[in-house]
């Protein structure tokens, strides 16, 4: 073999196969970025923290640029060439990738979405973790194959209409009662979405709120009590995971100035 036909075969091998392809390929690729930046950025944000020399945030004058500003660029990049070009291999591989890793760097500060304020390291903060969670058990079950609403093999339309409705029924319920990973996970495995749903609401849900009677309240607060073996364990985990928070500082009431004689 001469020396161009060694060098062609190499420059013509795809390592990610046929998932460089669209589909469950592309959302392997985002996927595996995705976790790869969000642990990335992360570890970044807590060595920023406690190690002086880490170069941490970027910084114009006063402002600090999160790194959600970064993830919305990069994401509007990769969403744009993915529509306005056809790219082969290796061109897709990297689109997909970088749509990844924006979104990674997006739902790290998912609770700055909600708050609108910068809350990373307190308790709120910790919604960003959640939803990363959840939207990596949504890809994982794309990049899986595995079927919406359960329905495996073809049905008629009364039946797979009867099928969706039902699911979608329990997955709201779920959403309702703040099971937010039991019901992404049972669109997908309605066998989640029946836990989920007749499991005990959050005692902070709105099904609680609307539906609970001060009994059944009082046990969803003992069902979902922080200080219970199981939350403190997982506290635990995720601190030594993604970082502890920081109690939101206490500050002095402001005093009112006396009225004037």
């Given at each position: ?99 990844g890793?924006g ?55 009364t ?10 029924a ?6 309702m009662k ?7 996970l ?33 046990r ?42």
């Open positions: 073999m001469t020396s161009h036909a060694i060098a062609g075969a190499l420059i013509s091998v795809d390592p990610f196969g046929d998932r460089s392809r669209g589909g469950s390929g592309s959302a392997f690729l985002v996927l595996a970025a995705f976790v790869v930046s969000f642990m990335a950025i992360r570890t970044s944000a807590r060595l920023t923290r406690h190690v002086s020399w880490w170069p941490g945030a970027v910084r114009t004058g006063d402002i600090h640029i999160h790194h959600l500003v970064w993830g919305i660029f990069l994401m509007m990049l990769s969403g744009f060439l993915a529509f306005a070009t056809t790219p082969g291999a290796p061109w897709w591989h990297l689109i997909a990738i970088g749509f890793v979104a990674g760097f997006t739902m790290d500060e998912f609770a700055l979405w909600v708050h609108l304020e910068d809350v990373y390291w307190e308790q709120q903060g910790r919604r960003s973790v959640d939803a990363a969670i959840i939207a990596v058990a949504f890809a994982g079950l794309v990049v899986l194959g595995t079927t919406p609403f359960g329905l495996d093999d073809p049905a008629s339309i039946e797979t209409a009867v099928v969706v409705c039902v699911v979608l329990l997955a709201l319920v779920c959403f703040g099971r937010i990973l039991l019901g992404v049972g669109l997908f495995v309605p066998v989640f979405a029946i836990a989920g749903a007749v499991r005990l609401a959050r005692p902070t849900s709105p099904w609680a709120r609307r539906r609970y009677t001060a009994g059944r309240l009082a969803a607060h003992a069902r979902f009590d922080a200080d219970r073996p199981a939350a403190r364990w997982g506290r635990r985990l995720a601190d030594a995971l993604v970082g502890a928070p920081t109690d939101r500082e206490v500050r002095p009431p402001a005093r009112e100035d006396p009225p004037a004689p």
